[in-house]
């Protein structure tokens, strides 16, 4: 089938592919003009057949808001909004009704696979009316990876329930990653452990904590095996920040999710006023010497 | 090749199935007359081809100790131990000069795989001698999954290096599993999901969080999809507070496996006499109403 | 000097009897009968002579909000409002926007003491407008104990500064209480200490972790020195989730208040779903017994 | 009475003082001629009236061991040895016994306060057999705060009691301080707060969290209000290790002072191995942009 397709870049750039490798037309905006198909937003929607269906895919937040808005102006009655990027659960009720105004359909869709989507395909969550959803199955059905629906694709719920689903994905995330993260410290930590790479290797077939991160985790250290090259300097996207607020939000306890969120924020504090107040307490008391600044290289 | 197996529980049993699937001719012995091949571990000594290789697969601690205490009898030089089980690694050592001393190897083997392995094979960390480890290579191949060796073996070390990784393996596990369950309990708590189940199984293909670990999640739900039958009672065998322990000892800031530990500490409490000091005090300084004993149902 | 108070509840009680043993004459609103010193918010603000000065001591969100806004419509012109409820300090500007808007001005004044204050004093922290604040520096320190301004009072910054001090001063207070908690429950734990209540006794002169939190510990012990009668269900009141939401907007990591958080959550929690999901999952991989609902007792 | 004190340091040093300010005859050992009373070990056996108390204040850890297998050698039948260092109290049976072979009588004594003992009184916490406790209770009368005996010491039960329950207090320390260093971190970060330093001095009085810590952080951002000077490295000498080691042991949930103390570990990290690999999986996965190593200032 037809799409309209707003965000050519990391991930948008590669989904043009994966679905017109799958027979799709796609006809993809951009502000940059090496990647775009169509020279505006207007020129989109004005390539595309009524009715049409636009699959949004740039940074949550502004950006995203004044896409949809846009949208709202150069589309109509019968038409059909996809809002496929990171934004809050919470944006998309007003954008549904923004674009509801006009007649516009709107669907939000979680997107997970990074990089890795455009040949091994693309989990979706989605959230929306069924008719909005059915409509564009052949499209979920390309980005999707093959094999049954249900172990690639979900719909979640309402509008909102994919983008929620994707946050609840993503703090997961972080909590599975911290947890490979502290076992890797430990294991190259302990001089017993001859190769760490060569221990979290073994760990792709047979064992309980087998898992694409784990995988990735193998190479990455097969690349670079003490990750002198790398920073623990670490950004966050949003995703885990919000799940932890819904979680309080649902008085539900998320210890592990929430310090893989801390441990972030930590990573990215030159020094953290948290200790060195600790620090000066131990001064105060004890008399224990303190790390003066002006002492440091 | 020839082996001798001490131990035919839930794992052992498996494992000896798997060996002569493989074409090994395993000798099994175990106190349940039901299951075992030789009556005593004498016998199972008396039955083995010099130089014999014993493979002990019992619980952990004091049972461990005795069954390679006794093997010391048994066997001599030029013989092989290899204790399978969930040791801690500091046991290894004193049970290789144990053995040592009459001249019968060690090797430490950590096994992952459980239930599945019988079919999927098992995943293994192996420490000690390179020569002892090259002569039971056979049996490892056999017990390992399918596919590239050193996707599913690794000689992690010299001894003690296998249970190491296989500690810190299970630590991960902790965390890993208490990543997937807060996110779990977080979407089964908001009304926007209308099915939380068929939001784990579409992490199945394509998604940053897909791993054994979720698809097991996914197919626990199916069975029983709001765990009304499961109590959150959960045990722990060791390996989690042997790895926060060893966090310890080499400084490494360990939050997520620690919190995943202390979450199961918590889930065997009737009630926390942590939090019941927090309610006193709020009592003391609120006069805020404390829920009585005496008044709970 | 007079004062209108609003709110004659635990807190409000209390303060207008210790304004009254200051020399201030205070008159109060509440809709019990029993307590109230006028018929109605009207005649509140008739007994008052202007300028006014109303003290709001009332729950936060709905109650206070309502209470303003009948505020706003009773008094006039060179008349103030002060918020001394725990609100959260995002709603202050929207209250002082709305009297303003009336020529009424508003401070907001965070109260700490519980039910000590009476005769000890409360502890106060407070952001506005200098002039509104030394117009009522009478009735501060009249609330506030004896001994130099600075340490039972704080002008903290403008209109919402007080209310965010005393949410952060809540915040630590979670954290202080489950640090004693957890100290608590594990001397109780350990059969060495033969008198646990003794011991934190012990610690009320001269140790580095003496305070008052640690003095009420003791007494509530003394009362009760295995909290028997007391249930481990611990409420909050918001202060502690809006602190860790704080933190999140503010990337700070806060590792300790957020447990001490997510402890008061799972108290309240009769099994928890996160603990049902680990059991489940080690059930599923390696056919671990898990506890069944229906064999319980 | 007449004491013989081993170890001059930052406490050792002090309590002398404060021991003869109290009218006690100490007699101190320590290697630096500058402070020593007497030229060795076996000068000080020999300066001390039989039945002789010797209080040992040293490192904790091998030096308090050699100190106390020198004084077996040196005291006799009917002797005292009072270790008052921060030991392990696993320590405490072997000292005991080492000890009691020659008759000598052991009590393990934890001591709270810091430079401040000196004027304000220890806090005293012992463990050992009722007898040689009431021989020494004149000396721990001096050492302990003016008061009832109770609320600055305690008997804590038989040998090892008294480093326990000094342990216990440590680790309640970690948590104590975090919560308030997390707490001023979060009003140092936020904007409508004037003055942190004041925020907190106002807690002196009146407040929920008001305590000695509390007055040592007012104190210390008064000297240095943005902590300029100080960094955030903090050490930490055993006790928090060794609480959250015991809380495994008796199985009981401890996240904030485990926290406490991962917090320290953190701190002393240039880097953070874990973060290196959450930072390079993200970029596995998702392509997100690391931060080189070689790309820093």
Known sequence: MQLGLVGL????????????????????????????????????????DAPRVVWVMVPSGPITRETITAL??????????????NSRYTEDAPHAELLGAKGIGFIDAGVSGGVWGLDEGYGLMVGGADADIARVMPIFDALRPPGPREDG?????????????????????????????EGYELLAAEELITDTQAVIQAWTNGTVVRSWLQQLLAKALKEDPKFVEISGYTEDS????????????????????????????ASRQEDSPAMKAVSALRNQFGGHAVKRISESG
Chains 1, 2, 3, 4 share one sequence.
């Open 238 to 265: 949003g995703e885990g920040r919000w799940t932890v607020e819904e979680a309080i939000a649902h008085r539900v306890p998320m210890p592990v999710i929430a310090a893989s969120l801390f441990a972030r924020f």
């Open 72 to 85: 709202a102006e150069e589309l109509g009655e019968g038409d059909l909004v996809i809002d496929g990027g």
């Open 9 to 48: 870049g990391k991930m948008g750039f590669n989904m043009r592919e994966r679905l017109r490798r799958g027979g799709h037309e796609v006809i993809g905006y951009d502000p940059r003009p090496e990647v775009t198909d169509v020279p505006t937003l207007a020129a989109l929607a004005a390539a595309l």
């Open 153 to 181: 694709f979900v719909h979640a719920g309402p509008v909102g329930a994919g983008h929620y689903a994707k946050m609840v994905h993503n703090g997961i995330e972080y909590g599975l990653m911290m947890a490979y993260a």
